[in-house]
């Protein structure tokens, strides 16, 4: 399957924004005597450049994105990535772009072309053998000494160009599927199977472009996670620990998270490392406050009457309790569980809402009066309580509601008033958010329940990335996906009887007291808006 899949398979208004992107940007180039590190990514020319005469260039397989390091005459070595490679006198050229700024370089021209772009003083044009992959980067073994031999277990190739999330469960479900845990790595592997497997919502992630504000090691970071963990997950249904290992060593010593391939990890740790600090994504929700976060803690008081709580009733309450709201409606909303890793939780059990009523949450959105249900005008934080939608009112119903309120204070909502009349006149549109992907932490282990497809009613998964091993030290874990197909009854009016029914967690099947017992994190998405981020 080629980078050219949406294009052939996908109508127009169905390929999100940032492949269509990615596409022009790697099609378009002009460059005819540029070389790039895959014909299928839209080369221009499918030749190989001229083979070095270095051997060590020949075994370490450079390439544009490569972390490379470029020996000098001056016995000093300059360390950057690879940002262009073509001819220049008829040489082979590699231009880079260094860590630091060197006196008198430029910025990714060559007398007057632009052949890629960097900060000033940090372009770098080498003939290609001088270059040699960073030895700083260089794959790294996992964390024990011992061998772990990779034979009988499946192939795990590099997967170059675009590929698309998968849209249902197939052929995926069983064992050696999946991503392989290895060495305390299930944070990752259920977070990174959640984001990619079966949703496009992060895939701009994957293909946004370098800017000069990014780290040199940007692209290098971006191709390993594109290229060799989710890229074969979609395609292949399966990724080997070592594959990922490379990952987490890249973000171990480019990120300021220390411990990522060897330590327990909470989601929100590695999120911080690879999507915040080393890909500079933009923050997936905006604040009223002012403030941008990537993902939403909820903090809540606990009313001792609930014992299932739904996602909806303590994210309403949350945002009732902070004062804020968020200024847009987000493509993807990560939500954490009001507990603190494995040791405490506010309720034992939660119920995750199937769907996310995200109307009352967003600054500036019409709301419904919540008693007469004509087009609200104001708030009152008081009389909603915990639910933000109590405190919705037109201004009929405040003046009898603060009749005998004096004390209540209300504030103004912003109404556009060239839809004021419309509104008045039709019902008032819900904003909802599809939950799409639960992650559950119990004794220190982290799993997904994944959702298998965009339709309402498409079946759910269980991974888990060291389901099974196989061997003893110099052994390996055994990934598994398993289709749960009760898991829509559990997050529904069924799932609060199996919870009144079984009051103590070892009477629930075992996959229920997972969802419901052990929520860490709930993923939601806008599907609509993630097609144009």
Known sequence: MSHAYYLQELPIDEIPLCVLQYEQNVCSNEAPEEFYDSPSLGSPRAVPPKPPSSPEHLQDDIGVGSLVEVATDVDQNYYGVVRWIGLIDDIATAGVELEQNVCGL?????????????????????????CRRDARFRDTPPPEPHHVDHSDQPDCPVVPGVVP????????????????????????????????????????????PPEPEDSPHYSEVQR??????????????????????????????????????????????????????????????????????YCYQLFVEKDEHVTLPSVQQLLEQSFATSGVKLSEVPAAFIIQMPRFGKQ??????????????????????????????????????????????????CAACLRLAHAARPE???????????????????????????????LCIETSHYVAFVKTGAAHDAPWCFFDSMADRKGERNGYNIPEIVEVSMLSAWLSEEGRALHAAAPLDRHLPAPAKRLLADAYMCFYRSPDLAMYR
């Open 106 to 130: 430029g910025d990714g021209t060559h007398k007057g072309s632009r052949l890629f772009t960097c900060g000033s003083g940090r372009a770098l044009f080498v003939p290609l053998p001088l």
């Open 165 to 208: 999330p998968l849209d249902s469960l197939g052929e995926l479900a069983g064992k050696n599927r999946g991503i392989q845990g290895h060495h305390n790595s299930c944070y990752l592997d259920a977070t990174l199977f959640a984001m990619f497997t079966f949703t496009s919502v992060f895939d701009a992630l994957l293909y946004r």
């Open 224 to 293: 390993v996670l594109r290229e060799e963990v989710v890229n074969p997950l979609r395609r292949h249904g399966y990724v080997r620990a070592d594959r990922v290992m490379k990952l987490r060593t890249l973000l171990e010593r480019l990120s300021d998270v220390p411990g990522l391939t060897s330590e327990e990890k909470d989601p929100e740790e590695f999120l911080n490392g690879l999507v915040a600090q080393l890909l500079r994504a933009e923050p997936f929700l905006k604040l009223s406050s002012g403030q941008e976060a």
């Open 344 to 393: 405490y939780k506010l309720y034992q059990r939660v119920q995750p809402s199937p769907l996310l009523d995200v109307t009352d949450l967003i600054e500036g959105l019409p709301r419904q009066c919540t008693v007469c249900g004509a087009l609200a005008r104001w708030e009152c934080g008081a009389c909603a309580g915990g639910a933000l939608d109590a405190g919705a009112l």
């Open 408 to 438: 209540h204070k209300a504030t103004p909502l912003q109404v556009c008033e060239e839809y004021a009349n419309i509104l008045e006149s039709c019902p008032i549109p819900r904003v909802y958010m599809e939950l799409f992907a639960v």
